[in-house]
Every structure is written in C-alpha cells, then in structure tokens.
C-alpha cells in the first residue's frame, strides 16, 4: 500500500489514480473536485489542536498515535485501499506545501514506525486516472 500526503486545496487529486483521505477533524467548506474518504482516526484530538508550540502539539498528536497503534490503523488503511482496488492513498490536511502540519508529523511517526516512506504528492509521482482525457485535463 502506497501513501502519500496532500492538502485539500490539491485540485490535481480529481485528476489522478488515488484515493483523498481526509485525516483532518473537519472537511473542506468549499466543493472539492474530487471524492474522498474520511479517517478521523488520524486526526489530531482537540486537545492537540489547542497547543500552539509545534513541537509539544507533534509529540501529543505522535503520543495519539501511539495510543491508536501502528496494527489499528494498518487495518483502516488497508480496509480503504482494498475498497478502492489497492489504489495509493493521499492523507489529507488544510495546510499549504511547506508548512509544518500533522500530515506530514504522520509521515514521519509512520516512516520510523514501519519503516515506510510517506512522501508528499508530487505533479508525476502518480499515474492520471485512466478515464481522463487530454481534454478534460485542460478544463
């Protein structure tokens, strides 16, 4: 199973062969051109959320984790990932490329814990979906 990060505002992900996976406690108020899966289960508590040094909010977000465990959360991402074909999941928060948010305080938790590499998504890095065409990439 392949797992990428992203943010909502990502409109590349109605393009492409994956599967948006909200991991935030709310979801976008806008229209998303995508579908999407929820897993709140990874998101942060609302304790977490009210910590504003980033440093203890990650390692009460990462203690979360902990508590859930590595096997229980394997099984939801592999219950959504079989659900859609074995697609590569993108876990899904609000904030832009570059800031320091739990997305991407995950893919470091779940690189160290499993030893599998979390990137965020990248234009190229996946495949478009095979019902796209040319055309409709332009509009």
């Known amino acids: 199973m392949q797992l990428y990060t992203s943010r909502w505002a990502n409109k590349d992900l109605a393009h492409l062969d994956v599967v948006p996976v909200g991991i935030s406690r709310g979801v976008p108020r806008w229209r ?7 897993l709140r289960m990874l998101a942060p508590s609302r304790e977490a959320l009210a910590i504003s040094d980033r440093e203890a909010f990650e390692e009460a977000y ?24 074995g697609k590569p999941l993108v876990l899904l928060c609000f904030e832009p490329i570059g800031v320091p948010c739990h997305r991407l ?3 470091e ?16 890095m996946v495949p478009l979906r095979e019902d796209m065409s040319a055309q409709e990439m332009l509009f």
């Open 32 to 38: 998303t051109p995508y579908r999407y899966k929820q």
């Open 62 to 85: 990462v203690a979360g984790l902990e508590e859930i465990g590595v096997e229980a959360i394997l099984v939801a991402l592999e219950r959504i990932g079989a659900e859609h074909g």
């Open 109 to 124: 938790w779940w690189k160290e814990t499993t030893g599998q590499q979390v990137p965020e998504l990248l234009p190229g």
């Open 105 to 107: 305080a995950f893919g």
